[in-house]
């Protein structure tokens, strides 16, 4: 007997979902410190440029593959592809989502441990962000803090995967992804009012070239992956809940709209309340954890813009780790046979396991240094600088160069006939940012990350 596999309850379902995986850490915490680093509004707009023509030609690709094929990515690529070379593509994405998960669930569990000290009054009357970072500093040298968190945040998300396609993620986003607009309005809301906000809109309006260089754009071109969740067959394993009869190429474009909204709105909300403090603009990593608390705390009511914040945080994690769960249970599930819920208590539980040492990185095990780095370090740098943008490469490829051009178009005019009918021209131009653009750009990075250019 075949099992009929899950798929989404709608179209909005998945487009919910499918942000929630894009909308994470990633646009919250990290995509306002790099731009921070890297001279604001210029930087922001080379990020912009990457995205559009790498990220959407490339993200169409990968919910095509999955769409088509109705499968994880191992799955996916064999049913398309003759050689092993390709299946082995789709297992270097189920291994990147066990290793990114690994370690995003410790950051993830952080936001957590967040929520609950500005509960506890902990995160106010700092006099500096030097106090703050001392918190900081405390929490997460804390062994049973760090581990307790960690094990907390993979706890929630392996109890919405548990619950399967409709019942857990595409719920679970229909709830978070509202809460989470309205948290970022009301934050933006508080940011433009303070007195000197407006000197934070200018760092992200005006720009400043002599910030960018050649590392500047790279670090761009990296993040763009990033954010958009690409590169580990996540996206692919969302479109393959798809109905053949959605519009790849209008999801898609909806996805890349709203989380380079939700990036931008993010960096609104954080720089005008960073700017009206004075406080430093690029303070990188820390931003988040150590500046923002020392700026809420010079805020009338700021105790509750912090737990909203930190909430924010949580919740856009939460919804990018379970999508990085779903490609490895949806990998047991459709080539092994496992039930869902062998499949996450199993490999979820594989996962939390490798993020203990993650978890320690930062206090237990914060001298134990391979090729001077953490194992927290190690795992994130294979994971997204190598084995993400590896990934984005080989699907431009694969969908440019080895699948056939015509079952491709044809794959992909499936559900946006309309579209391709008003816009003769986009097939030609997606197809020359597959085959071309995005190939090159990316294996610059590629090799930029390696450290040869
Ligand atoms: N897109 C997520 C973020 O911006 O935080 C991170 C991510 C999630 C990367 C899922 C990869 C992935 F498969």
Same mark, same amino acid.
């Given at each position: 007997?075949?099992?009929?596999?899950?798929?989404?309850?709608?179209?909005?379902?998945?487009?919910?979902?499918?942000?929630?995986?894009?909308?994470?850490?990633?646009?919250?915490? &990290?995509?306002?410190?790099?731009?921070?680093?890297?001279?604001?509004?210029?930087?922001?707009?080379?990020?912009?440029?990457?995205?559009?023509?790498?990220?959407?030609?490339?993200?169409?690709?990968?919910?095509?593959?999955?769409?088509?094929?109705?499968?994880?990515?191992?799955?996916?690529?064999?049913?398309?592809? &003759?050689? &092993?070379?390709?299946?082995?593509?789709?297992?270097?994405?189920?291994?990147?989502?066990?290793?990114?998960?690994?370690?995003?669930?410790?950051?993830?569990?952080?936001?957590?441990?967040?929520?609950?000290?500005?509960?506890?009054? +902990?995160?106010?009357?700092?006099? +500096?962000?030097?106090?703050?970072?001392?918190?900081?500093?405390? !929490?997460?040298?804390?062994?049973?803090?760090?581990? @307790?968190?960690?094990?907390?945040?993979?706890?929630?998300?392996?109890?919405?995967?548990?619950?399967?396609?409709?019942?857990?993620?595409?719920?679970?986003?229909?709830?978070?992804?509202?809460?989470?607009?309205?948290?970022?309005?009301?934050?933006?809301?508080?940011?433009?009012?303070?007195?000197?906000?407006?000197?934070?809109?200018?760092?992200? $309006?005006?720009?400043?070239?002599?910030?960018?260089?050649?590392?500047?754009?790279?670090?761009? %071109?990296?993040?763009?992956?990033?954010?958009?969740? *690409?590169?580990? @067959?996540?996206?692919?394993?969302?479109?393959?809940?798809?109905?053949?009869?959605?519009?790849?190429?209008?999801?898609?474009?909806?996805?890349?709209?709203?989380?380079?909204?939700?990036?931008?709105?993010?960096?609104?909300?954080?720089?005008?309340?960073?700017?009206?403090?004075? *406080?430093?603009?690029?303070?990188?990593?820390?931003?988040?954890?150590?500046? !923002?608390?020392?700026?809420?705390?010079?805020?009338?009511?700021?105790?509750?813009?912090?737990?909203?914040?930190?909430?924010?945080?949580?919740?856009?994690? %939460?919804?990018?780790?379970?999508?990085?769960?779903?490609?490895?249970?949806?990998?047991?599930?459709?080539?092994?046979? $496992?039930?869902?819920? @062998?499949?996450?208590?199993?490999?979820?539980?594989?996962?939390?396991?490798?993020?203990?040492?993650?978890?320690?990185?930062?206090?237990?095990?914060?001298?134990?240094?391979?090729?001077?780095?953490?194992?927290?370090?190690?795992?994130?740098?294979?994971? +997204?600088?190598?084995?993400?943008?590896?990934?984005?490469?080989?699907?431009?490829?694969?969908?440019? $160069?080895?699948?056939?051009?015509?079952?491709?178009?044809?794959?992909?005019?499936? @559900?946006?006939?309309? !579209?391709?009918?008003?816009?003769?021209?986009?097939?030609?131009?997606?197809?020359?940012? *597959?085959?071309?653009?995005?190939?090159?750009?990316?294996?610059?990075?590629? %090799?930029?990350? %390696?450290?040869?250019?």
């Amino acid at each position: 007997m075949t099992k009929i596999r899950e798929a989404w309850g709608s179209r909005f379902g998945f487009i919910l979902a499918a942000a929630g995986s894009a909308v994470g850490l990633g646009n919250i915490w &990290k995509f306002p410190y790099i731009a921070g680093e890297n001279g604001g509004a210029a930087f922001i707009f080379i990020y912009l440029v990457c995205i559009a023509i790498i990220g959407f030609p490339v993200l169409i690709a990968e919910v095509l593959i999955g769409r088509t094929t109705q499968r994880n990515p191992v799955g996916a690529f064999s049913a398309l592809a &003759k050689s &092993k070379l390709w299946v082995s593509v789709g297992f270097l994405g189920v291994i990147a989502g066990f290793m990114i998960l690994s370690f995003y669930s410790v950051i993830g569990g952080w936001t957590l441990g967040y929520v609950v000290e500005t509960l506890k009054g +902990s995160l106010s009357n700092f006099q +500096s962000p030097d106090e703050a970072g001392t918190l900081f500093g405390s !929490l997460v040298g804390n062994v049973s803090w760090g581990l @307790g968190f960690h094990t907390l945040f993979f706890a929630m998300v392996m109890g919405i995967v548990i619950r399967g396609v409709q019942g857990g993620i595409e719920r679970s986003s229909k709830i978070m992804m509202p809460i989470l607009v309205s948290i970022l309005v009301i934050l933006i809301i508080r940011g433009v009012t303070l007195d000197g906000a407006s000197e934070g809109l200018a760092f992200l $309006w005006v720009p400043d070239w002599s910030k960018i260089n050649g590392q500047a754009i790279l670090i761009a %071109l990296g993040h763009a992956f990033f954010t958009l969740s *690409l590169g580990m @067959g996540a996206m692919l394993t969302y479109g393959s809940y798809m109905s053949k009869k959605d519009s790849v190429i209008s999801s898609s474009a909806q996805i890349v709209f709203l989380d380079t909204l939700i990036a931008i709105m993010a960096g609104v909300a954080i720089f005008t309340a960073v700017f009206a403090s004075g *406080l430093d603009p690029a303070a990188g990593p820390g931003l988040i954890f150590q500046t !923002l608390p020392a700026v809420f705390s010079t805020m009338p009511g700021g105790t509750y813009f912090s737990f909203l914040f930190f909430l924010l945080l949580a919740i856009a994690a %939460l919804t990018s780790a379970i999508s990085l769960l779903e490609v490895v249970v949806a990998y047991f599930v459709d080539e092994k046979g $496992w039930n869902r819920k @062998g499949a996450v208590l199993i490999f979820g539980g594989s996962i939390f396991l490798l993020g203990v040492p993650s978890a320690l990185s930062f206090n237990l095990l914060a001298d134990a240094k391979i090729f001077d780095k953490t194992f927290f370090d190690v795992v994130d740098f294979l994971a +997204s600088n190598v084995l993400l943008p590896f990934g984005g490469l080989m699907i431009a490829v694969f969908v440019g $160069w080895i699948w056939s051009t015509t079952a491709v178009l044809e794959a992909v005019k499936e @559900g946006a006939e309309e !579209l391709f009918e008003s816009y003769p021209w986009f097939e030609g131009i997606w197809m020359l940012f *597959l085959k071309f653009v995005a190939p090159i750009l990316i294996t610059l990075v590629l %090799l930029n990350s %390696l450290g040869i250019v």
